[in-house]
């Protein structure tokens, strides 16, 4: 597919046109960001990790009927994805507390819920990012009260989903954000799970240590970020090499798979 102009550049990754107006190429930048860009890095090998992550369970997503974006991984930091026209918000979902969860409530870190906790936040970095509830969705019309319903069950089908994918690999999802979009295919508007779905948007804690797997590794500065993320991706079965995989070695691996 034949990679147009850039349509726009987020903090993690880059969208470009294609020669099919419906359809747009995702780019996985190493870009590492924290506190609305207050923190940056750059991670040699992250964007090839949570591509390979990202594509492994929104391909899965499909095969349990929950609509995204995907269509196929081009090469070790591309995707072929539909283009939506983003809903301006942060679709959270928490099932034990922590992050801003616990800073902005008290509750105790690490306090498992009694049932999941869905959070919106209104996506406007110079804002901060601010939490937002279910009437200010529907008042501003971001969504209807229906196609809330509508993402508010595809949220809870997910965390099912992905709390037993996790689960069965040995990790404990703590918490997740998602963004959903409209597409506009044949000019039938439809809302879809967009985005990526990556340690970079999880919180992952093993489920024996809970050591973190996750982006807090670079937001707290705990190092060994790129190992961490190559656990997570050696469980699920995306690479199997010996574990301490370096930024480099992925990047080689995945150009060699590309060859092959
Ligand atoms: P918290 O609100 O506790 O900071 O984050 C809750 C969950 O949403 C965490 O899994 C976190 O990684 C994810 N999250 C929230 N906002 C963002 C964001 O702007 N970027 C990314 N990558 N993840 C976010």
């Known amino acids: 597919m034949k990679k147009g102009k850039k349509l726009y550049e987020g ?14 190429i995702q780019y996985f930048k190493d870009d590492a960001t924290a ?41 070790m930091r591309e995707q072929l994805v539909k283009l939506v026209d983003i809903i301006p918000i942060e ?3 928490r099932n034990i507390a922590t992050g801003s969860l616990t800073k902005r409530l008290g509750i105790e870190d690490g306090t498992v819920l009694e049932r999941p906790l869905i959070e919106y936040c209104l996506k406007d970095d110079k804002l901060g990012d601010p939490i ?41 999802l703590v918490d997740f954000k998602v963004e959903f979009g409209f597409t506009n295919e044949s000019n039938k508007s439809e809302i879809i799970l967009a985005d990526e779905i990556s340690p970079d948007t999880c919180r992952l804690w093993d489920s024996i240590t809970e050591k973190k797997l996750d982006k ?39 150009s060699v798979k590309k060859k092959k």
Do not use: C
């Not at 993690?12 to 099919?20: E, G, R, V």
């Not at 997503?61 to 929950?66: D, K, N």
């Open 216 to 254: 807090d590794r670079f937001r707290k500065d705990l190092g060994d970020l790129i190992p961490a993320y190559t656990e997570v991706a050696k469980r699920l079965g995306i690479l199997h090499e010996q574990s301490n995989v370096t930024a480099v070695n992925v990047t080689k691996l995945s």
């Open 11 to 24: 903090k993690a990754k880059i969208i470009y046109a294609t020669p099919d107006k419906n359809l747009v």
């Open 132 to 172: 937002i509830s279910k009437e200010h969705i529907i008042t501003f019309n971001w969504l209807s009260k229906a196609q809330l319903d509508l993402v508010d069950g595809n949220l809870k089908r997910l965390n099912d989903f992905l709390l037993g994918m996790f689960r069965g690999v040995g990790i404990k």
């Open 91 to 93: 679709f959270i979902v």
């Open 35 to 75: 506190f609305n860009n207050l923190k940056k890095s750059n991670i040699e090998g992250k964007g090839v990790i949570n591509n390979r992550i990202s594509e492994h369970i929104l391909s899965n997503l499909s095969q349990v009927g929950i609509k995204n974006h995907l269509v196929k991984r081009l090469n």
